[in-house]
């Protein structure tokens, strides 16, 4: 995809095997605005084509508050049947037995009323896998509770230091806790591994710090930092 950033935010696997191979066929990616979530969406996006995705498997659309997007009654659905029967050329039930995959991202969902029932009828109806973006926290868990079993929700805020360090060609930062939980943080050796891991990465930690320090940490404050 042209103009799409080299720069992997650290969700990015996270997002692409829950999408891939997740325990549920909806994966929610929420958090505020300008954090990169939509560039998240096209980075997954790209690898998926890079991975042989067919194009005609993956439907993207952007839930902004345009007016003829909010006259359509059931705007998932119907848009999901448009790219059925328009894109696809048939049902998404027959391109599954046929071995296609598809893959529905559905960025700002929060814009529309009634997302969460809509994307219940669907992934209860249809082999898709959905990825779903929110900056809107409150809206996105009022729906919740109707996608029961059906979503994962992945947690996105501001840059950590150690993307700080790579998006400012500082350098890289290893991360030091295991993706998986936080069981380790009740091992004593968890701490002592964690000193020396602060120690050996402290020239780039501080350096990562001051930029912080000096910009904050959402992306396009750093992505050009030459800019005053």
Known sequence: MFGVPKTLRWAFPNLLSGLEKGPTPITVLRGPRQIGKTTLLNQVIDQ?????VPPDCIF????DELPE???????????TQWYSDTILKTSLNNAALTGKKVYVFLDEVQNLPDWAP????????QPVRVVV????ALRIEA???SLAGRITTLEMGPLLLREVATLREIGEIPPYLPANGIGPLKEKSFWIGLREHGEKNKVLRDQA???FSERGAYPIAHAKKDLP
Do not use: C, N, W, Y
């Open 118 to 125: 809509q994307l219940k009828h669907l992934v209860d109806l």
């Open 69 to 79: 997007m909010m006259k359509l009654t059931q705007p998932i659905l119907d848009l």
């Open 60 to 63: 993207r659309v952007q839930f």
């Open 143 to 145: 729906g919740r509770d």
């Open 48 to 52: 998926l084509l890079d991975e042989g």
């Open 209 to 211: 710090f001051a930029a």
């Open 133 to 136: 973006t929110g900056s809107s």
